[in-house]
T-cell receptor
Framework: AQTVTQSQPEMSVQEAETVTLSCTYDTSENNYYLFWYKQPPSRQMILVIRQEAYKQQNATENRFSVNFQKAAKSFSLKISDSQLGDTAMYFCAFMKVVGGNEKLTFGTGTRLTIIP | EAQVTQNPRYLITVTGKKLTVTCSQNMNHEYMSWYRQDPGLGLRQIYYSMNVEVTDKGDVPEGYKVSRKEKRNFPLILESPSPNQTSLYFC????????????FGPGTRLTVT
């Protein structure tokens, strides 16, 4: 079974600074997908960024980028020029489609606070 | 607007009183799934459905039932709720086979006393 580990339960950073959230995972699979989801105080789950394991190029979405190290099974999220609206819980998630089940395996989350 | 809706958003109930949390999507998605979120545990899959009349267990199915009679609806049924089912519940849907983005509902906060 796959596991996802987020070793930083909480982080805080000053507005406009850059912050990196860590995520490691354990799998014997070669083809899979990795995601970062954001959960603001509204509790809505919002997709931040997605990475296909077969792609070597790191995914980027505006101020959000990932550092995907497949051999090390590491998938960190970098937020540049952080904004107050980035304050949220961030979840790293792994997906391997098995028998049609698109199950997401989530980490335990990192609570990020952006300080004005 | 493409969305996944859940009702109710908040529910407080007592042990043993049957309840249903509804989930509906308007995107014609084939795949739907239920998760529960607990502090320190992240989200865990309860049940999933690949299409109408096709459902299967996820990682934590005990105490739950689901049905998929229509493509758009995927209700979660708690026949005899217990306090350990107090949690935040999310429904999600996606176009099957894309492994792209799962659209999540707004969540249902359930408290069982």
């Amino acid at each position: 079974a796959q596991t996802v580990t987020q070793s930083q339960p909480e982080m805080s950073v000053q507005e406009a600074e850059t912050v990196t959230l860590s995520c490691t995972y354990d799998t014997s699979e070669n083809n899979y997908y990795l995601f970062w989801y954001k959960q603001p105080p509204s509790r809505q789950m919002i997709l931040v960024i997605r990475q296909e394991a077969y792609k070597q190029q790191n995914a980027t979405e505006n101020r959000f980028s990932v550092n995907f190290q497949k051999a090390a099974k590491s998938f960190s999220l970098k937020i540049s020029d952080s904004q107050l609206g980035d304050t949220a819980m961030y979840f790293c998630a792994f997906m391997k489609v098995v028998g049609g089940n698109e199950k997401l395996t989530f980490g335990t989350g990192t609570r990020l606070t952006i300080i004005p | 607007e493409a969305q996944v809706t859940q009702n109710p958003r908040y529910l407080i109930t007592v042990t043993g009183k049957k309840l249903t949390v509804t989930c509906s999507q308007n995107m014609n998605h084939e795949y739907m799934s239920w998760y529960r979120q607990d502090p320190g545990l992240g989200l865990r899959q309860i049940y999933y459905s690949m299409n109408v009349e096709v459902t299967d267990k996820g990682d934590v199915p005990e105490g739950y039932k689901v049905s998929r009679k229509e493509k758009r609806n995927f209700p979660l049924i708690l026949e005899s709720p217990s306090p350990n089912q107090t949690s935040l519940y999310f429904c999600a849907s996606s176009p099957r086979g894309t492994a792209y983005e799962q659209y999540f509902g707004p969540g249902t906060r359930l408290t069982v006393t």
